[in-house]
């Protein structure tokens, strides 16, 4: 015998509605945020997307990850008072973020006194550029696309940050870049050579130079110890023919320290 009693129709539930305000446009780079969906019965409200390439969610909180038209649905599944609630869209732009370069998007720099370019996004009106993520300490200006900035002291990775807010944005949006800061030659180590004796010696030279920050980009080699006669692309091993059976080597590293001249230690066979 069936016990109807047990039975729960689904006309017996009470309905229920979702509220999905409108959502603004919103930058690139704005932390992941709660569309802010609310289901008359007090029960919470999940998401889910459409756009997966523009927008993605967790089922809480919606992250922005490419320009475009983000379409987020609340949904409400229901429970054993209420019936699920008939699901709510909301599509919004999505522009693209602001950004910041270095010195031109170089690797590295020897130098503390860098050059700042700023795109910022359309419907920004302030911009605060800090060397900490937390932004503690901040320096806050109007729109612009240059600006001299300062390092802080110590070779190594330099991050400098860089928030947009204001206008009509919903929230803050961020943006960075890194470059290696480097004030240190590299170390050059004892570079040799060793070549027949002839009129014209063709040497193979052996160099172990390195450096700490950013990397070895090219050495010089001299004759007379003070003038550069020969530039390439660093090697720990290469070829050159002189007569002279005196050489010099000087390394540059990536962010343009020089050591200075080092004598080779030549072995003539």
Known sequence: ??????????????????????????VIGEAPFAPGATAS??????????TGSVCSTDGALVTLKAAGTCSVTANQAGSSDYAAATPVTQSFSV???????????AVATKSAAV?????????AKVIEVSNSADFATKSS??????????????????????RFSGGTMVSPATASDTILF????PAGGSPTASGKRAATISYTILSNASD??????????????????????????????????????????????????????????
């Open 212 to 269: 700490a920050t950013s990397s070895v980009a090219n050495l010089e080699l001299s004759l007379d110890g003070s003038t550069s006669k020969y530039t390439r692309t660093y090697a720990s091993s290469f070829t050159y023919k002189t007569s002279s059976t005196r050489l010099w080597i000087r390394y540059t590293d990536t962010a343009g320290n020089k050591t200075a001249w080092l004598p080779v230690a030549i072995t003539l066979y």
């Open 41 to 50: 019965s007090g029960l919470p409200v999940s998401y889910t997307v459409s």
């Open 141 to 162: 200006y109007g729109l612009l696309t240059s600006l001299a900035w300062t390092l802080p002291a110590g070779d190594g990775a330099k991050t400098v940050y860089v």
């Open 95 to 105: 522009l693209a973020g602001g950004t910041v370069v270095i010195n031109s998007d």
């Open 115 to 123: 050059t700042l370019t700023i795109k910022y996004p359309t419907i």
């Open 182 to 185: 480097d004030t240190t030659a």
């Open 1 to 26: 015998k069936r016990d109807w009693s047990s039975d729960v129709c689904s006309s017996d539930l009470t309905s229920q509605t979702i509220s999905f305000p409108a959502q603004a446009p919103r």
